[in-house]
């Protein structure tokens, strides 16, 4: 699933990059132990520097999370150039066949620049994580969702804010927001696949959901580095752009996510950490005059025009975690200050180090006495909230078919032992997903033995930034299950399951 087109490829040196400042950074990201995936830099027209700890890589997509709501802003810039619904047009009036009985002053008032700027009205914002578990029609909750204060004043984070505006395109054009963008941005920027999840009711989440490789978010970010001119067209509107990507709320402070709301904190608890540069049309301003499309567990397409650059960043960061920001600030700005003396010595040692990222594995043996004997025996558990009926091992020499049964039927992950594995998988898993379960997932499974009772399975969801660690212990005619996950909106993991042969 790579890119269509190739972007131009430069050294740091010929587009006035320091590769000393971008080592410094790779070396703050090992050190602290920050789990990237992909790290791409864009320089005068050309990528200058590009990274992918292995398993990832550049023809692998991986969801964007929240950075997607500057796609469907672009979406929406596209409808309003092509003269379909203006800013201050009213919300209630795309929807008028699924309004509430009672329209509130506020309701009525909200206007398409609301849901842009993220100032609905709404005292809390909706997470995807609350809706991806809902049925029905995501609009008529939207619609249902008490308006407590006169829209276009205050700052309030929300997901279904960007979903509305979703909705609308897709009212007046008859199309997704991914069909739509389809002949107006994928094809004309030379995108390849471009996968966007789908609402009970049929619209691009808007909000999240969005997956694509390192590469197509670059050009995204170039596009509007380039004012919305790409290869001498104007894809998007110049006006647009200008108007999206500059600061229109002067008074942003992030809320607390408790996994489904954005809840503001008391005005007499927040700490200037809390505070944030602005907000433009579904993009965060940033520090250097700059503006990003940011997802929660650190995607992060940032765009500086002051520096013609853009870089990108996709990792599975847990939630408050600031050091891949800072460590970017820290390091990259400078970066982009100039080559310096040392810069033709030091490209082939950058150039190693980026094609030698990894990330780091569980140590451990792949052979157990116990494996034969819990070869294709099957562990019973009681009720639980997790809804784990069974499961199974299936050993081979070099792997272990792990099977689940649960109320979603029954599930199975291949892992080797002591190597990794690639396949496809229907687990379970949106408890510790930030409520994502497709029908399918792609997953890397490896599996160790700690010791001759408990084997470790890595499991990594290699198209998000998810992985889990499901770990057995094999005790005599019982097993206790346990599972956790590198990062997640809610808890990092489920409680111990114990199971009994049957």
Known sequence: ???SIRLPRATPAEKGVDPASILAFLDEVAAGGL???SFMMFRGGAVVAEGFWIPYGPDRVHMQHSATKSWTAAAVGLAIGEGRFALDDKVIGFFPDQLPADVGDNLAAMTVRDLLTMRSGHLTGISGGEWRRMGGSWVE????????????????????????LSAIVTKV?????????EPRLFRPLGMGPILWDISPEGVSSGGNGLCCVTEDVVKFGALHLQGGVWDGRQVLPAEWVREATRNQVEEVWMADLDGKRFRPRDPSERSAADKREGYGYQ??????????????????CVVLPGRDAVIVVTAAMRNGDRRLMTGLWTHLIPALAGAGPDAARLQPELEARLAALALPEAEGASRSPVAAAVDGR?????????????????FTAD????????????????????????GDTSMTGNLLHHEYQPDSLRVIARGVWRDERRLEMTWRFVETAFCDTVTLTFGDGDVRLDRRVNTNAGPLERPTLLGRAA
Do not use: C, K
């Not at 700052?155 to 960007?162: L, P, T």
């Open 1 to 3: 699933m790579t890119t």
């Open 35 to 37: 789990e990237l995936h």
């Open 141 to 164: 909750a939207f619609l249902r969702e008490p308006v407590e204060e006169a829209p276009g004043h205050t700052f309030i984070y929300s997901s279904a804010s960007s979903y509305m």
């Open 173 to 181: 054009t008859g199309q997704t927001v991914r069909d739509y963008l």
């Open 283 to 300: 993009w965060w301003m940033t520090p250097y005059d700059g503006y990003r499309a940011s997802g929660v567990y650190g995607q992060q």
């Open 378 to 394: 099957r562990f019973v558990f009681d009720a639980n909230e997790d809804g784990v009926a069974a499961i199974e091992l299936d």
């Open 399 to 422: 792997r272990v078919v792990f099977s689940l049964s649960d109320h979603r039927g029954t599930h199975r992950i291949e892992s080797g032992l002591g190597h990794a594995v690639e």
